[in-house]
């Protein structure tokens, strides 16, 4: 299988340039293409004026690459990581004190060089990333999803280094499964089964899209069950929830709009664009449940030895069921925390929080890295115990029963907990044992699963082969083996493209429905929408606890009049993070 097909690019000289594409599209292949790890099958890649299989050294001292996975040294401090980045790359001795000074002061770890990188939260990690990648000013900085697993505000800090990079007159080339950064690029590469779809600016995109894209409000239909209706309807390529109603993106055909709906037309976004042209385009791979295996690229990168046209080129060789309308949650309570403490030596991680949740509620957990709301999330899932406080959860006190009580749930993991050295048919029998289930009504729930998240033709694939949509595809039919009343997800969708999200929700808010309470934890502040209730916690308390039109409400002012979900989030946070530090 081909990881690229012929695609021919350019990456422009002190450009943002933006590389996006579903699951399997080639894109951290490309990376490595650009970065010299990889050389290509046939064509040519140059960066910075120089052939990679001539000059592959030569360009790893010019350039500056993140992976996906940057390998920080958990046990080590900040200063430490420095170092030794510092000695494997060679820095000379004479500009450390310098530069370590410079991207200190960049990143805002300067207060935390003693503090181990196993400390710190998500977000700092990915800047003390970003920062050793940095230490030898490259000229071309590649990025793979720098911002994936990361809260709004840590992702705004990150793209603040990255345009002050550009200011410099580095060059970057930076992937990322959020689609509202790619307004923030100069340029966007869009791939799909190692193929270029488009490459133009992020504007450029949605023109032909234009009359083409409304907003939809209803005066009595919730907005999941508004697009549960609208995406089944002919003409509509994507219905999304938001703010204000639902987001409707348009074939070209006029949808019939019903009574009582209101649709009005609104300026298409570069999210628009993708998923018109990825849902247009013919599915070219002949398995797109799997990731791109060792890369065979046949796309080169070629490029003018002057690299101040270009910083890096690239060209070829020569020659689901549609969701029921949603019902509103029962009254009925499944989960009840009440002054819930939880302490890790003298350090209080969360102080007091009380809430509850109903049957058949989506219900979002919230806060930036470090809040305390992984902390809860475990302690509700039974897998970390209270130090104090009363938690029910499905009837049953977690303090006495804890057993009792996880044998009514379902849980899917951050980084998704299945075992990659088995199949998938192996991690389906599994898990329907680890559940306890026997005889017919094992080979029901395996026959289910099979049938119902389209698993029947990738039964022998190895897991880790998957790609990630498929790995959260399995993921979700693990923990729904059982039948459990209560769903819980750890940020189910990081890294995940966003058709790949779409899916997903869509079969949530079908659980939902049916009456299972779904409690979720979230970076992407577009999926908040779905939740009827959430929290947001920062430092250990809860700060704001209703619906997510409460929520935004709650920061409405003349600076921010219609204010999104992440601009809430980062106004309370940032508020409550000023007020306590002020007290202190």
């Known amino acids: 299988m081909e990881a690229l097909a012929g695609l021919s690019i350019t990456v422009q000289s002190a450009f943002i340039t933006g590389l996006l594409g579903p699951d399997g599209a080639g894109k951290t292949t490309l990376m490595r293409l650009a970065a010299g790890l990889v050389l290509p099958e046939a064509g040519t890649v140059r960066v910075l004026g120089h052939d990679t299989r001539a000059n592959s050294a030569a360009i790893q001292e010019l350039i ?290 009380s809430f509850s949740v109903s049957r058949g509620e989506v219900f979002g957990l919230l806060g930036a890295n470090g809040a305390g709301k992984s902390t809860t999330f475990r302690m509700l899932c039974g897998l970390l115990s209270a130090s104090s406080g009363t938690l029910r959860v499905a009837g049953v006190d977690l303090h006495a029963a804890r057993s009792a009580a996880r044998a009514r749930i379902g849980y899917v993991a951050q980084k998704f907990a299945l075992y990659g050295n088995l199949s998938v048919a192996q991690n389906l029998r599994f898990f329907a044992s680890a559940y306890g289930l026997r005889g017919a009504r094992r080979k029901a729930r395996l026959d289910w699963a099979q049938r119902e998240f389209d698993l029947g033709g990738f039964l022998d694939a190895g897991t880790a082969e998957l790609a990630l949509g498929f790995k959260q595809r399995l993921a979700l039919a693990c923990a729904l083996m059982h039948e459990p009343s209560i769903l819980f997800l750890d940020e189910p969708t990081s890294g995940v493209d966003p058709l790949a999200r779409r899916e997903f929700w869509q079969r949530i808010n079908q659980l939902a429905e049916s009456g299972v309470t779904v409690m979720v934890t979230t970076h992407f502040m577009d999926e908040v929408e779905y939740c009827d209730n959430l929290v947001l916690m920062s430092l250990g308390e809860i700060l704001a606890l209703g619906s997510p039109q409460e929520i935004r409400a709650r920061v409405r002012s003349v600076r921010l009049p219609n204010p999104s979900m992440e601009d809430a989030f980062i106004e309370l946070i940032q508020a409550h993070e000023a007020q306590i530090r002020r007290a202190t």
């Open 64 to 353: 500056g690459y993140m992976p996906q996975r940057f390998g920080l040294y958990e046990d080590l401090t900040v200063q430490e990581n420095l170092d030794l980045y510092a000695d494997l790359q060679g820095l000379d001795a004479t500009q450390r004190g310098a530069r370590f000074e410079e991207l200190l002061r960049l990143t805002a770890l300067g207060p935390f060089g003693k503090r181990r990188a196993g400390a710190l939260s998500g977000g700092m990690k990915q800047k003390l990333g970003l920062a050793c990648s940095l230490l030898r000013a490259p000229r071309l900085l590649l990025l793979d999803e720098p911002t994936v697993g990361v809260d709004p505000i840590s992702r705004r800090e990150l793209w603040s280094i990255i345009k002050t990079m550009r200011a410099q007159g580095v060059s970057v080339l930076v992937s990322t499964a959020y689609l509202d950064e790619a307004e923030l690029c100069d340029d966007i590469v869009l791939l799909h089964h190692g193929r270029l779809l488009a490459q133009q600016a992020p504007a450029a995109f949605g023109e032909p899209l234009t009359e083409r894209c409304f907003v939809v409000k209803h005066p009595t239909l919730r907005r999941r069950a508004l697009q549960a209706r609208l995406v089944a309807r002919q003409g509509v390529i994507d219905a999304l929830v938001q703010a204000d109603g639902v987001h409707v993106v348009l074939d070209g055909t006029k949808a019939q709009a019903l009574a009582g709906e209101d649709w009005r037309p609104v300026t298409p976004r570069f999210e628009d664009a993708f998923v018109s042209l990825l849902r247009s385009s013919p599915a070219s791979s002949p398995n797109p449940a799997l990731a791109n295996p060792a890369p065979t690229p046949t796309a080169a990168m070629v490029g003018p030895a002057d690299d101040d046209v270009s910083a890096m080129s690239l060209s070829p060789a020569a020659a689901p069921a549609v969701p029921a309308p949603v019902a509103a949650p029962t009254a009925e309570t499944v989960i009840e925390a009440h002054e819930l403490r939880r302490f890790f030596g003298s350090f209080e991680a969360v102080k007091g929080i």
